[in-house]
Protein backbone atom coordinates (compact mmCIF):
# COMPACT_ATOMS: atom_id res chain seq x y z
CA UNK A 1 0.00 0.00 0.00
CA UNK A 2 1.21 3.38 -0.91
CA UNK A 3 -0.03 6.56 0.51
CA UNK A 4 1.02 10.09 -0.65
CA UNK A 5 0.13 13.24 1.31
CA UNK A 6 -1.09 16.81 -0.83
CA UNK A 7 -2.36 19.83 0.12
CA UNK A 8 -0.34 21.12 2.68
CA UNK A 9 0.99 24.65 2.74
CA UNK A 10 1.69 28.41 4.11
CA UNK A 11 -1.75 29.66 5.39
CA UNK A 12 -2.72 32.95 8.00
CA UNK A 13 -3.99 31.65 11.55
CA UNK A 14 -7.83 31.51 10.71
CA UNK A 15 -8.08 29.95 7.31
CA UNK A 16 -8.80 26.48 6.05
CA UNK A 17 -6.53 23.62 4.33
CA UNK A 18 -7.56 20.57 3.01
CA UNK A 19 -4.97 17.64 3.20
CA UNK A 20 -5.22 14.67 0.54
CA UNK A 21 -3.85 11.47 1.30
CA UNK A 22 -4.31 9.48 -2.00
CA UNK A 23 -3.48 5.38 -1.51
CA UNK A 24 -3.09 2.95 -4.15
CA UNK A 25 -2.00 -0.97 -3.48
CA UNK A 26 -4.85 -2.07 -1.78
CA UNK A 27 -8.42 -2.45 -0.99
CA UNK A 28 -9.01 1.02 0.03
CA UNK A 29 -12.43 0.86 1.73
CA UNK A 30 -10.92 -2.39 4.38
CA UNK A 31 -8.03 -0.30 5.78
CA UNK A 32 -8.41 2.15 8.85
CA UNK A 33 -6.70 5.50 7.91
CA UNK A 34 -5.49 7.72 10.33
CA UNK A 35 -3.82 11.56 10.45
CA UNK A 36 -1.01 12.10 12.48
CA UNK A 37 1.41 15.15 12.92
CA UNK A 38 4.81 15.99 14.03
CA UNK A 39 5.65 19.49 15.04
CA UNK A 40 9.32 21.13 15.02
CA UNK A 41 10.75 20.03 17.73
CA UNK A 42 7.76 17.60 19.13
CA UNK A 43 7.16 14.25 19.33
CA UNK A 44 4.23 12.77 16.48
CA UNK A 45 1.06 13.07 17.38
CA UNK A 46 -2.83 11.35 16.60
CA UNK A 47 -5.00 14.35 14.62
CA UNK A 48 -7.59 12.07 13.23
CA UNK A 49 -8.82 8.69 12.13
CA UNK A 50 -11.52 7.01 10.02
CA UNK A 51 -12.08 3.57 10.91
CA UNK A 52 -12.66 0.93 7.92
CA UNK A 53 -15.51 0.01 9.99
CA UNK A 54 -17.41 3.69 9.81
CA UNK A 55 -16.88 6.54 12.40
CA UNK A 56 -14.31 8.76 13.17
CA UNK A 57 -12.06 10.01 15.81
CA UNK A 58 -10.79 13.14 16.79
CA UNK A 59 -7.35 14.54 19.12
CA UNK A 60 -9.57 17.31 21.26
CA UNK A 61 -7.06 19.56 19.83
CA UNK A 62 -8.77 18.64 16.31
CA UNK A 63 -12.23 18.57 17.64
CA UNK A 64 -14.60 21.22 15.56
CA UNK A 65 -11.90 22.34 13.59
CA UNK A 66 -10.97 19.26 11.70
CA UNK A 67 -12.62 16.91 9.63
CA UNK A 68 -11.44 13.31 8.50
CA UNK A 69 -13.39 11.76 5.21
CA UNK A 70 -13.12 9.25 2.94
CA UNK A 71 -13.84 8.61 -0.87
CA UNK A 72 -13.81 5.03 -1.77
CA UNK A 73 -14.23 5.92 -5.42
CA UNK A 74 -11.41 8.08 -5.76
CA UNK A 75 -9.31 5.97 -2.70
CA UNK A 76 -8.48 9.39 -1.10
CA UNK A 77 -8.66 10.55 2.58
CA UNK A 78 -8.96 13.78 3.14
CA UNK A 79 -8.24 16.32 6.16
CA UNK A 80 -10.23 19.09 5.80
CA UNK A 81 -9.01 21.88 8.74
CA UNK A 82 -10.64 25.33 9.74
CA UNK A 83 -9.70 27.66 11.65
CA UNK A 84 -6.51 26.87 11.46
CA UNK A 85 -3.61 27.90 14.52
CA UNK A 86 -0.35 28.36 14.70
CA UNK A 87 0.09 25.49 16.46
CA UNK A 88 -1.36 23.58 14.08
CA UNK A 89 2.10 24.16 12.23
CA UNK A 90 3.61 20.62 11.37
CA UNK A 91 4.60 17.39 8.91
CA UNK A 92 1.32 15.81 8.57
CA UNK A 93 1.28 12.00 8.01
CA UNK A 94 -1.55 9.83 6.27
CA UNK A 95 -1.43 6.62 7.85
CA UNK A 96 -3.20 2.84 7.35
CA UNK A 97 -3.26 -0.62 8.16
CA UNK A 98 -5.65 -3.30 7.71
CA UNK A 99 -5.48 -4.88 10.89
CA UNK A 100 -8.27 -5.21 13.63
CA UNK A 101 -7.38 -2.60 16.02
CA UNK A 102 -8.00 -4.02 19.79
CA UNK A 103 -8.89 -1.30 21.37
CA UNK A 104 -10.60 2.42 20.35
CA UNK A 105 -7.73 3.90 21.88
CA UNK A 106 -5.17 2.35 19.73
CA UNK A 107 -6.26 4.41 16.58
CA UNK A 108 -4.08 6.93 18.76
CA UNK A 109 -1.27 4.98 18.68
CA UNK A 110 1.13 5.45 15.68
CA UNK A 111 2.64 2.09 16.28
CA UNK A 112 -0.40 0.20 15.29
CA UNK A 113 -0.17 1.77 11.13
CA UNK A 114 1.64 0.05 9.34
CA UNK A 115 1.96 2.19 6.49
CA UNK A 116 2.57 5.48 6.11
CA UNK A 117 3.21 8.77 3.68
CA UNK A 118 5.98 10.96 3.36
CA UNK A 119 4.07 13.95 4.74
CA UNK A 120 3.13 17.42 3.81
CA UNK A 121 3.91 20.44 5.27
CA UNK A 122 1.93 22.72 6.91
CA UNK A 123 2.52 26.20 8.14
CA UNK A 124 0.39 28.71 10.01
CA UNK A 125 1.14 32.37 10.33
CA UNK A 126 -0.06 34.45 13.00
Known amino acids: VQLVESGGGLVQAGTSLKLSCSVS????????YGWFRRAPGKEREFVAV???????YYADSAKGRFTISRDNARSTVYLQMNSLKPEDTADYYC?????????????????????WGQGTQVTVSS
Open 95 to 115: AADRRGFPSQSAYYYGTYYTY
Open 25 to 32: GGTFSTYT
Open 50 to 56: SPWSGGS
